[in-house]
């Protein structure tokens, strides 16, 4: 497609389970970001990949998070013995290159809910 | 001191009105600058990008001042349609910083 495609779109999950969540980058784009937001939030920074270099995983809340880039393409955000301050939408874009100065195009976000 | 700022608002002003928002950031190493724009349970989508010459596109002007580290957003002749939560976006090294935004609502 011509955008940023995440899934699932929405996922509702038991406290405790593990959960994959997938973001497919705009076709070209080497950087990826993964953000999250709470209701009624601002975005939070979580993980940025640029192209072979290692990642920022400075905004990681836990050592629950990571994520992978696989084959500088596809990007898998995993959160381990999910909580209920998880849920959230997890925002995913990509940009042609850096943040420095280059347009990033979001996702429509994968929708949590931990119960 | 929170690295990207904003007036949170709410913001309700008449159709046809000029409406100003503000935001102020931290890092003097900052590189650059944006608007985005998030309607309710949306994502974020570019508004426009922040020159240090300043820009206009259509009824929106976007200003930075670097000394002040300072960004403006001005909508003119609202509408409608205008209606949205508008964010702060500061670039400085390797990812982008958003600020909480500051809400809009545009009424007839």
């Known amino acids: 497609g011509a955008g940023v495609s995440q899934s699932p779109s929405n996922k509702v999950t038991e406290k405790g389970k593990d959960v994959e969540l997938r973001c497919d980058p705009i076709?070209?784009?080497?950087?990826l970001y993964w953000y999250r937001q709470s209701l009624g939030q601002g975005l939070e920074f979580l993980i940025y990949?640029?192209?072979?270099?290692?990642?920022?995983k400075s905004g990681l809340p836990s050592d629950r998070f990571s994520a992978e880039r696989t084959g500088g393409s596809v990007s898998t955000l995993t959160i381990q013995r999910t909580q209920q301050e998880d849920s959230a939408v997890y925002l995913c874009?990509?940009?042609?290159?850096?943040?420095?100065?280059?347009?990033?195009?979001f996702g429509e976000g994968s929708w949590l809910t931990v119960v | 001191r929170k690295e990207v700022e904003q007036d949170p608002g709410p913001f309700n002003v008449p159709e046809g009105a000029t409406v100003a928002f503000n935001c102020t950031y931290s890092?003097?190493?900052?590189?650059?600058f944006f608007w985005y724009r998030q309607d309710c349970r949306k994502e974020p989508k570019l508004l426009m990008s922040?020159?240090?010459s300043g820009n206009e596109d259509g009824r929106f002007t976007a200003q930075l001042n670097r000394a002040s580290q300072y960004i403006s957003l001005l909508i003119r002749d609202s509408k409608l349609s205008d209606s949205a939560t508008y964010l702060c976006?500061?670039?400085?090294?390797?990812?982008?910083?958003f600020g909480k935004g500051t809400t809009l609502s545009v009424s007839s």
């Open positions: 976006v500061v670039g400085a090294g390797t990812a982008l910083i």
């Open positions: 990949f640029q192209g072979n270099s290692a990642p920022d």
């Open positions: 076709s070209g784009h080497t950087a």
């Open positions: 890092n003097s190493a900052s590189q650059s």
């Open positions: 922040v020159y240090s």
């Open positions: 874009a990509s940009s042609f290159q850096g943040a420095g100065g280059n347009t990033i195009y």
